[in-house]
């Protein structure tokens, strides 16, 4: 069974920075897209960043170009999210999310994500 375990969520002012990490195990097959989702209150859940583990180009939220930097390790089956000058409409549960697949640009078109973290909380106050 696949399980994702997210860490480094946490409270920062504006401009500051964060990295979020998740670990990944369970793992069926050989080649993913993972990603990281956020859902701010009362708003929908949005896609912020994506990679195939296969290698190639990620994809980001036009919200977060710039700012963001997803990367994994995959000798230790874990996903990064680098949160550089952060505003306060980043603040929102994040997610890191996992689907099987052998698709180099499996961002595209993909909604809804077959295996879920728990979430970690991430608050950018002004």
């Known amino acids: 069974q696949v399980q994702l375990v997210e860490s480094g969520g946490g409270s920062v002012q504006a401009g500051g920075s964060l990295r979020l990490a998740c670990s990944a195990s369970?793992?069926?097959?050989?080649?993913?897209?993972v990603g990281w989702w956020r859902q701010a209150p009362e708003k929908e859940r949005e896609k912020v960043a994506a990679?195939?583990?296969?290698?190639?180009?990620?994809y980001y939220a036009d919200s977060v170009k710039g700012r963001f930097t997803i990367s994994q390790d995959n000798a230790k089956n874990t996903l990064y999210l680098q949160m550089n000058s952060l505003k306060p409409e980043d603040t929102a549960m994040y997610y890191c999310?996992?689907?099987?697949?052998?698709?180099?640009?499996?961002?595209?078109?993909?909604?809804?994500?077959?295996?879920w973290g728990q979430g970690t909380q991430v608050t950018v106050s002004s």
């Open positions: 999310a996992a689907d099987l697949t052998s698709r180099p640009q499996c961002w595209v078109g993909w909604v809804y994500p077959s295996y």
């Open positions: 369970g793992y069926p097959g050989s080649t993913y897209c």
């Open positions: 990679i195939y583990t296969g290698g190639g180009t990620a």
